[in-house]
């Protein structure tokens, strides 16, 4: 939705995987603007807004994420936005041409604040971002987000560390006004992007469990604690293959995953969803962002030994024009040598390396794996001894 | 008529369950229900 927002995806049908239309030439009944007040498993019906009641046999849950506000007076005035729904991305968009829209603050420096900063800046508007932590995306190691901190001044993005959000009131020379422990900044919008809470509402109204991560708890056919009561997506939690223990990431990729594996065990399929390794990536400017598996921290409490190394080298051959530096962060187990996780920024070559890594993490490679693996080396795409070879190599010295 | 399936939400995760259910029993009827005005956006 940022890249439709910012025009980069100029067609809207381009972002709708499948219209209602569509669904319905397959026989599903969809309703749109339409709520579920209440769900009566007992009866086995849901109970819609207006009243009506649809039997089931089988309910899936599929209720997404709701977007966390800072809970600041003011937040609910005209100009504040936060992006969940396509109507919102529709809403921005507009507001940015026909407000005359000057200058636009952004709360929160997640990847969708990052995101976002880039399209919005990129429009030519005044962009200033209010962050309650020092740096940006905190998943990344302070090196790493420094150099994206680095990226986001290069385009003369304001960045304002360790913000306590106070009021939204009426602002002078621009429409809003943002109250803050810094002092106050006015702009035309300000785009609330501070996170996301799974929504299980209707999950808790039913008694279903949920998990530490406060999302849905399911087992790897997607079903909940209770027969016939399935969950997928960003409300419902998934296995990490490397930590064991279950998490909830919302991302889309991993929401289409388990639609699937759902749908295949309620047409009459059997099918087990693999689990997730966390793999991740976003894009800021010129730079790609890219993670896997676990932090150190993540690994100490799962019970694991991390060693790490941050290695700088070359994003293709070293002696090919265009090249550019590419930073790689491995993390592994002392104690078995498998590799835990990785973290890569760059101008390129970042996404590559975390793909592979994420393929190492998913069949549980060690280090004396990596360092000697087949990977398609040709100079416009790397060097011979690939940045993950060298630095597989290196943190195997350690342990 | 089958089996009558409900799926709270169309977003990514809702609308791959009615396809995929909808490709594996023809006879199930499946009803899709989304808050938004719109389904299965890429975010």
């Keep these: 939705m940022p890249y439709y927002i910012g025009d980069v995806i100029k067609e809207e049908k381009n972002l709708i995987a499948r219209t209602p239309e569509k669904f319905r030439e397959t026989g599903v009944d969809v309703r749109i603007d339409t709520?579920?007040?209440?769900?009566?498993?007992?009866?086995?019906?849901?109970?819609?807004?207006?009243?009506?009641?649809?039997?089931?046999?089988t309910l899936v849950l599929g209720t997404g994420t709701t977007p966390l506000m800072p809970g600041i007076p003011g937040e609910d005035r005209e100009g504040v936005f936060m992006l969940k729904k396509f109507t919102d991305a529709l809403?921005?968009?507009?507001?940015?041409?026909?407000v005359p829209c000057r200058k636009v603050i952004i709360i929160g420096a997640g990847f969708i604040g990052m995101e976002m900063c880039e399209v919005i800046r990129n429009l030519g508007i005044e962009t200033q971002i209010f962050h309650r932590g020092v740096l940006p995306v905190n998943r990344w190691?302070?090196?790493?987000?420094?150099?994206?901190?680095?990226?986001?001044?290069?385009?003369?993005?304001?960045?304002?560390?360790?913000?306590?959000?106070?009021?939204?009131?009426?602002?002078?020379?621009?429409?809003l006004r943002l109250v803050t422990n810094h002092g106050d900044a006015e702009a035309d919008m300000i785009l609330m992007a501070v996170g996301v809470r799974p929504e299980v509402t209707l999950a808790k109204q039913m008694g279903l469990p949920l998990g530490k991560t406060g999302a849905i708890q399911v087992n790897f056919s997607q079903m909940?604690?209770?027969?016939?009561?399935?969950?997928?997506?960003?409300?419902?939690?998934?296995?990490?293959?490397?930590?064991?223990?279950?998490?909830?990431?919302?991302?889309?990729d991993?929401?289409?995953?388990?639609?699937?594996?759902?749908g295949r065990n309620i047409g009459g399929g059997s099918m087990l969803f693999p689990g997730i390794v966390g793999a991740q990536s976003f894009k800021v400017f010129d730079l790609e962002v890219a993670a896997t598996g676990l932090d150190e921290r993540a690994a100490a409490e799962s019970g694991f030994h991390p060693v790490s190394t941050l290695s700088w080298g070359n994003a293709i051959a070293g002696s090919m024009p265009g090249n550019t530096k590419l930073g790689l962060k491995l993390i592994a187990d002392r104690a078995t040598g498998k590799l835990l996780g990785a973290q890569a920024v760059g101008k390129a070559g970042a996404v590559s390396r975390i793909n592979t890594l994420s393929c190492a993490l998913w069949a549980g490679l060690t280090l004396d794996d990596l360092g000697y693996l087949d990977l398609a080396y040709a100079p416009p795409f790397g060097g011979s001894w690939d940045l993950i070879h060298t630095a597989a190599q290196v943190l195997r010295r350690q342990i | 008529m089958g089996k009558q399936v409900v799926i709270v939400g169309a977003g990514a995760g809702g609308a791959s369950v009615a396809a995929e259910a909808r490709r594996g029993d023809p006879s199930l009827s499946i009803t899709m229900i989304e808050q938004r005005g719109q389904v299965s956006v890429a975010a």
Excluded at chain 1, 91 to 98: D, Q, S, V
Excluded at chain 1, 239 to 246: L, T
Excluded at chain 1, 254 to 262: E, F, L, P, T, W
């Design chain 1, 35 to 57: 709520c579920v007040e209440e769900v009566d498993d007992k009866a086995g019906d849901v109970r819609l807004a207006d009243g009506t009641r649809l039997p089931y046999d």
């Design chain 1, 91 to 98: 809403r921005i968009k507009a507001w940015l041409r026909e």
């Design chain 1, 141 to 175: 190691d302070p090196e790493f987000s420094q150099i994206v901190l680095d990226e986001l001044r290069r385009h003369e993005v304001d960045f304002v560390s360790d913000a306590e959000t106070k009021a939204i009131e009426a602002g002078k020379d621009h429409r």
């Design chain 1, 224 to 252: 909940t604690s209770r027969e016939g009561v399935y969950a997928v997506g960003d409300c419902c939690e998934s296995f990490h293959r490397v930590s064991g223990s279950w998490v909830n990431i919302p991302l889309g």
């Design chain 1, 254 to 262: 991993i929401a289409n995953k388990q639609g699937r594996v759902a």
